[in-house]
T-cell receptor, first 112, second 111 residues
Framework: DAGVIQSPRHEVTEMGQEVTLRCKPISGHNSLFWYRQTMMRGLELLIYFNNNVPIDDSGMPEDRFSAKMPNASFSTLKIQPSEPRDSAVYFC??????????FGEGSWLTVV | TQLLEQSPQFLSIQEGENLTVYCNSSSVFSSLQWYRQEPGEGPVLLVTVVTGGEVKKLKRLTFQFGDARKDSSLHITAAQPGDTGLYLCADSNNAGNMLTFGGGTRLMVKP
């Protein structure tokens, strides 16, 4: 079975540019999560969707960040405009309700 | 806000040695999960513990949950280079669908 699929795996962009990260959750999973990982702050939950509806976005750092889930098989995390402090690994994860959460391999973002 | 503290932050040992890493919470865990994250990969669930005093074994890994459900330990016997990675503890919320992670213990096992 395919796991959580994220793209791009690596992205280097200039400050001020728009960045879009994409995620395809595991088929049949109804919960989707976006996490950010840095050395300083560890793994932080940004936003959580259930049945395509955003349930908790309290971890989204600021208005420059937005996330959508137009259908059960696709989600995006957008940063506009990007800043150097956004450099991190962004993980998408999915689960069936109350079951194991499966992580993708991450999108490594560098903003210069 | 719950705080999960893991210790040590870094650990470098020789193959064959034993080690223990710890996870402490500022509040009672709903359910505690241990993950391992290898370089360039996402975290992968190792085990979930729910009951105070619970002990679970996964091959050479032994997970122990404190009686008060505020702390946990992970013991690895005869560590191997394949055990190298970041070990993370996490707590789920009451609905069981969102995770708060500790800062992790970064383990390196040298051949």
């Amino acid at each position: 079975d395919a796991g959580v699929i994220q793209s791009p795996r690596h992205e280097v962009t200039e400050m001020g540019q728009e960045v879009t990260l994409r995620c395809k959750p595991i088929s049949g999973h109804n919960s989707l999560f976006w996490y950010r990982q840095t050395m300083m702050r560890g793994l932080e939950l940004l936003i959580y969707f259930n049945n395509n509806v955003p349930i908790d976005d309290s971890g989204m750092p600021e208005d420059r960040f937005s996330a959508k889930m137009p259908n059960a098989s696709f989600s995006t995390l957008k940063i506009q405009p990007s800043e150097p402090r956004d450099s991190a690994v962004y993980f998408c994860a999915s689960s069936e309700e109350r079951n194991t959460i499966y992580f993708g391999e991450g999108s490594w973002l560098t903003v210069v | 806000t719950q705080l999960l503290e893991q210790s040590p932050q870094f650990l470098s040992i020789q193959e064959g040695e034993n080690l223990t890493v710890y996870c402490n919470s500022s509040s009672v865990f709903s359910s505690l999960q241990w993950y391992r994250q290898e370089p360039g990969e996402g975290p992968v669930l190792l085990v979930t513990v729910v009951t105070g005093g619970e002990v679970k074994k996964l091959k050479r890994l032994t997970f122990q949950f404190g009686d008060a459900r505020k702390d946990s330990s992970l013991h690895i016997t005869a560590a191997q280079p394949g055990d190298t990675g970041l070990y993370l503890c996490a707590d789920s919320n009451n609905a069981g669908n969102m995770l708060t992670f500790g800062g992790g213990t970064r383990l390196m096992v040298k051949p």
